[in-house]
């Protein structure tokens, strides 16, 4: 490993590490055990003709491909704290894809789960708060009390911000809201948040402000990304290990096998003399 391959190794461990994803980890562990592989065998003539570097990057490539894809760990991201305000208020319901990505062409639906659908509608449509699709709100399936009061943040939208305004909030507007991506490439493609609505007596009342997603943390998420890098990364080292005791196994059974012929060749030399 001369010099410039530990630049470009240094500089690959700093630019996965400003993302949080298992498939940066799992990268970063197996350039990591690709060094130590081609270390141990670069030190042992016998065991590089048995076993060559080209064949240790190919497996290492391999379980890189077979980790789960960066594009896969989205996550929508809501307030973990219920939103509080008073009637007539305008307020924010604060949402977001982790990390960011642009949604434009995504549909964002955003919905009561406890609302019950209409009884005398035979067909049970699901009724939306707001429903965002083909880069436009789609109105068909609107909430009747939520038209003209809901709005997303277009500007917004290309950086996963799909936060929901709502204005003119009632006391009927109270309860938990979902906002959810269907087809988004992630294991967590929607988020609750809970919205109560109090008179303004028990309230204190906030300026309405576009929320930060960076500002918004969600714990369970971030315990969930570490538990799959830890398995990512824990299969990947495993794997890595027992090919190289397999090696090794093989290579000192080569080695005793040759002494041993090489025993039975000086027994039979002595005889003949």
């Given at each position: 490993?001369d ?21 940066a ?30 064949s240790?990057?190919l ?10 894809p ?12 219920p939103?509080i ?18 949604v434009t062409?995504?549909?964002v ?10 009884p005398?509608d ?49 006391f ?18 929607y ?34 990304e ?6 990512c ?8 290990s ?32």
């Amino acid at each position: 490993m001369d010099r410039q391959f530990l630049g470009n190794l240094m500089t690959q461990i700093h630019v996965m590490s400003r993302h949080r994803s298992s498939a940066a980890a799992a990268a970063l562990s197996s350039v990591f055990s690709l060094c130590l592989l081609n270390r141990l065998v670069s030190m042992d003539p016998e065991l590089n003709r048995s076993f060559s570097p080209s064949s240790v990057t190919l497996i290492v490539l391999l379980l890189i491909f077979s980790c789960p894809p960066a594009e896969g760990n989205f996550e929508v991201i809501g307030s973990p704290e219920p939103i509080i305000a008073a009637p007539g208020d305008d307020i924010i319901l604060p949402c977001h894809v982790e990390p960011q990505i642009d949604v434009t062409g995504l549909t964002v639906e955003w919905s009561k789960p406890d609302l019950q659908p209409d009884p005398n509608d035979r067909l049970r449509r699901v009724e939306y708060v707001h429903l965002y699709r083909d880069a436009r709100e789609d109105l068909d399936m609107k909430i009747a009390e939520y038209v003209q009061r809901t709005e997303l943040f277009a500007d917004g939208l290309t950086r996963g911000n799909i936060s929901l305004k709502i204005t003119n909030v009632t006391f009927e507007d109270q309860g938990r809201y979902r906002c959810f991506i269907p087809k988004l490439k992630g294991h967590l493609k929607y988020s609750i948040i809970y919205l109560s609505v109090e008179s303004k007596s028990v309230t204190t009342g906030t300026p309405l402000q576009t929320p930060d997603p960076k500002k918004e943390t969600d714990v369970n998420a971030v315990f969930r990304e570490a538990l799959i890098t830890a398995v990512c990364v824990g299969t990947i080292l495993a794997i890595l290990s027992a090919v190289l005791f397999a090696v090794y196994w093989r290579h000192n059974r080569q080695k005793q096998e040759l002494h041993q012929k090489a025993t039975c060749y000086s027994c039979l030399a002595r005889r003949a003399f």
